[in-house]
């Protein structure tokens, strides 16, 4: 019982495609080790309830970054999914796959057979695009993403706000045309949460091929320099479960490089400081660490049209009765329904800032809201140049593991994003705006100088929960490099890592769409298929990229 071809370790957004495709034809037999329960009740997949299950220890790991040395050392929360489906149930349902120049770019840093080109038909085969551009999108894939009304008139008049301003729009910023103000997509299906446990797992456990057992994941075994299986914890007593063919890593960019590490497999200094054996000495185990920040711009409103409207006890009521009986109403969106991808500056080919659109001013957590009608954007620069990494804590595997992002640790940084704090106030003062445009709550009109948006941003950004990098993809020949271009773990045999802690550098956007497609992609190598034909689909670059930034 406690052997499979295949042993995964996790079930969220990789895991879940592996699993899925790995079992698909019935001839290989699959175990997911997941560490989290069940993903049932409406906290999970009721959409709009999204800011509950970040903040429940019972679907996260309750992760907390080291103090940020730049940001006044605050210490900042990095929630990642303990739970059937991992991160894809804890998330905001945000599908952004990633601009066509981010995998070009992991190409050139040595991820061969990764550029747009090969990974847009993994795109497309695991989508099903309702409202997506033809040709561009998925038809028949397990993952459904879809748009939202946008009923609130808000939603056009921040879309037609940057076409004010000068900027380009989109009718599908995951389509040809990556860059722009445009409607945002959601991984929502039937007015439910579209988690990868939905699309992909569930299905795959139909299968007699493929089993989940829960259990809390200690450490690979690895006999003579090969993966021969992992040792676990179920109910308190240790057990091994093998693999006769593979492990498979797919556990975070927490927790792949922490298993790595407990294994042998990392910094060798490192690991014979906690007395752990050296299997293999790959310094880049937990170096590379890259996440998102993002702060929230704040505009009251001055109709009440806003969700202001619906934070009270009734409202949510009303909302939670509609949406479990009906599956229809507010309670069917994450609400983000409108967004933007643009370029920060003239020589930036591709855009390196991301609006998400609110109608409502609240925190992302839903604790803090403003005590009055308003609207926000949520605002990052995407490109950070800042690099942290993740270190094991002690050799227990029940310690959790050291994270240090360091945050905004490059000073051009704070050049960006005091760019942002301009170009957005410059966006909500477009005429489209003007029947709503209210006072400025956040950061408040007083907050001019780069002295004052820079103390504004040290107390104010916060991650936007996209870590990955921490076991980079890269030539094999590249020290540094964790993985292979077909995920292999460089100097052990019959192992893989394939999540978002192999991305050679963060996508523009939100990771569990690139995530998902790294489970589909990585599946194909291991079976030794032949990778899916590449794309000779040409996506729209700005004309004016080199003189504008719009």
């Known amino acids: 019982m406690d052997q499979a071809d295949y042993v995964i370790i996790g079930s969220g957004s990789a895991g879940s495609a592996m699993a899925y495709r790995l079992s698909e034809d019935g001839k290989h037999s699959v175990i997911v080790l997941e560490a989290g329960g069940s993903d049932a009740g409406p906290f999970i997949q009721m959409p709009a309830a999204l800011a509950y299950p970040m903040n429940m220890r019972r679907y996260e790991?309750?992760?907390?970054?080291?103090?940020?040395?730049?940001?006044?050392?605050?210490?900042?929360i990095a929630p990642r999914g303990k739970v059937i489906g991992g991160s894809s149930s804890i998330n905001g349902m945000v599908y952004v796959r990633g601009h066509a120049e981010d995998f070009n770019r992991w190409e050139e840093m040595g991820a061969q057979g990764w550029a747009y080109a090969d990974v847009l038909p993994y795109f497309k085969r695991m989508e099903t695009s309702h409202g997506g551009r033809q040709?561009?999108?998925?038809e028949d894939g397990p993952l459904h993403v879809r748009r939202g009304s946008a009923v609130n008139p808000l939603f056009s008049a921040f879309i037609e706000a940057g076409q004010q301003a000068g900027f380009e729009a989109t009718d599908d910023y995951n389509g040809q045309k990556g860059e722009g103000f445009g409607l945002m997509e959601q991984t929502i299906h039937n007015g439910r949460r579209w988690s990868a446990a939905n699309a992909y797992l569930r299905p795959a456990l139909k299968r007699p091929n493929c089993r989940l057992i829960r259990c809390?994941?200690?450490k690979v075994i690895v006999e003579n320099g090969v993966a021969t299986g992992v040792e676990v914890d179920i109910g308190g007593q240790r057990h091994v479960i093998s693999a006769s063919k593979e492990v498979i890593i797919a556990a975070s960019?927490?927790?792949?490089p922490k298993l790595l590490m407990l294994s042998g497999i990392g910094p060798a200094a490192e690991l014979q400081q906690h007395g752990i054996p050296v299997v293999a000495d790959r310094p880049g185990v937990g170096r590379n660490l890259q996440d998102h920040l993002e702060y929230y711009m704040q505009q009251e409103c001055t109709q009440p049209i806003t969700?202001?409207?619906?934070?009270?006890l009734l409202s949510k009521g009303l909302i939670g009765a509609q949406w479990l009986f009906l599956k229809r109403g507010l309670g069917t969106s994450n609400q983000f329904e409108a967004c933007a991808f643009i370029r920060s500056a003239p020589g930036v080919k591709w855009p390196d800032i991301q609006y998400h659109f609110l109608p409502v001013a609240i925190s992302y957590n839903g604790k803090s809201a403003a005590k009055a009608h308003g609207f926000q954007a949520h605002v990052g620069y995407n490109m950070s140049k800042s690099r942290g990494h993740v270190t094991l804590r002690s050799g227990n595997p029940e310690d959790a593991p050291v994270i240090r992002f360091n945050y905004m640790s490059d000073p051009d940084d704070w050049v960006k994003f005091r760019h942002t704090v301009r170009l957005t106030r410059e966006i909500f003062a477009q005429k489209a705006f003007d029947p709503y445009r209210g006072p400025e709550i956040s950061p408040g009109a007083q907050v001019q100088s780069d002295e004052q948006i820079d103390a504004f941003l040290a107390e104010h950004l916060e991650g936007a929960y996209h870590p990955c990098g921490t076991c980079k993809m890269g030539a094999a020949s590249d020290r540094m490099a964790v993985v292979d271009p077909q995920t292999r773990v460089i100097g052990v045999e019959r192992l893989r890592v394939a999540d978002s802690s192999i991305f050679p550098h963060v996508t523009y956007g939100n990771l569990n769409g690139p995530s998902i497609m790294t489970g589909e992609k990585a599946a194909d190598h291991i079976l030794g298929r032949q990778p899916l034909a590449r794309s000779n689909l040409e996506p729209w670059i700005n004309p004016r990229w080199e003189t504008s930034d719009r």
């Open 253 to 256: 960019a927490f927790n792949s």
């Open 307 to 312: 969700l202001y409207s619906h934070l009270n």
């Open 61 to 76: 790991w309750g992760y907390t970054g080291e103090p940020e040395p730049h940001l006044n050392n605050r210490v900042m």
């Open 135 to 138: 040709g561009w999108r998925g």
């Open 216 to 218: 809390f994941a200690r």
